[in-house]
């Protein structure tokens, strides 16, 4: 569990034992209901991260809710959302290795993160990742009842693939972006795991040999 889930946990598990010790019994059942669900809320799994070459793992836990065709910063690609219930791990990873060139934090509205605009117009953080590959971007986006994205890192942090890097509190949406090159390996309606669900295979593009060195090779054949 994460440190976040003691300081909104205890507090409650203290109040339902006041609750109890004046036989407020309907109170404490209550109070000390709702603390097992923030303690559950905050879990955190360890996950094994898959070791292929260029594999792109899911950066949270949830279900698929959008793949489409996307520009970003005029190049072409396709944007990938994950919605997060409330009864989700809400630990965020890193799809891929790399180092985090940027981190922006937008402020926005609170939508539902299952609508469309959520992407848009909610208040997220917007992670842009230098990969060996190349770059994409993955952003923690706030929903109705989650109100606040919390990031661990910082630019120029340079992070492993599955590595985890914030949480957004209490039911959210993760997006994202891939450029055109990547392979989509998922589909709207999959459930996928943070940090171990592939969702696409972006592998290191082999350089073309040189001319020169294909005549090399013609002369020892």
């Not at 991260?49 to 836990?61: F, R, S």
């Not at 290795?97 to 937008?106: D, F, H, K, S, V």
Request: aromatic share 10%; with cysteine.
């Amino acid at each position: 569990m994460v440190k976040e889930g003691y300081y909104f946990g205890l507090p409650l598990v203290l109040l339902a034992a006041v609750c109890y010790a004046l036989a407020w019994w309907v109170a404490g059942t209550i109070l000390l209901l709702l603390a097992i669900f923030v303690f559950s809320f905050f879990r955190d799994p360890e996950r094994a991260v898959p070791a292929n070459p260029g594999a792109i793992v899911a950066p949270a836990d949830g279900r698929i809710v959008v793949l489409k065709d996307e520009d970003f910063a005029g190049r072409p690609g396709k944007r990938i959302s994950v919605f997060l219930a409330v009864w989700n791990v809400h630990v965020n990873r890193s799809p891929a290795a790399g180092t985090i060139t940027a981190l922006q934090y937008r402020p926005g509205k609170f939508f539902a993160a299952m609508l469309e605009r959520a992407s848009l117009e909610n208040e997220q953080n917007v992670f842009t990742l230098k990969t060996e590959t190349g770059e994409m971007v993955f952003k923690q986006i706030a929903g109705l009842i989650a109100r606040r994205v919390v990031s661990w890192k910082k630019p120029g942090d340079t992070v492993a693939r599955g590595e985890r890097i914030g949480l957004v509190r209490f039911g959210s949406r993760v997006d994202i972006w891939l450029p055109k090159e990547a392979e989509i390996l998922v589909r709207v309606g999959d459930h996928v795991k943070g940090g171990s669900s592939v969702l696409a295979r972006w592998p290191v593009q082999q350089p073309a040999p040189r001319r020169n060195d294909l005549v090399t090779a013609e002369q020892q054949v």
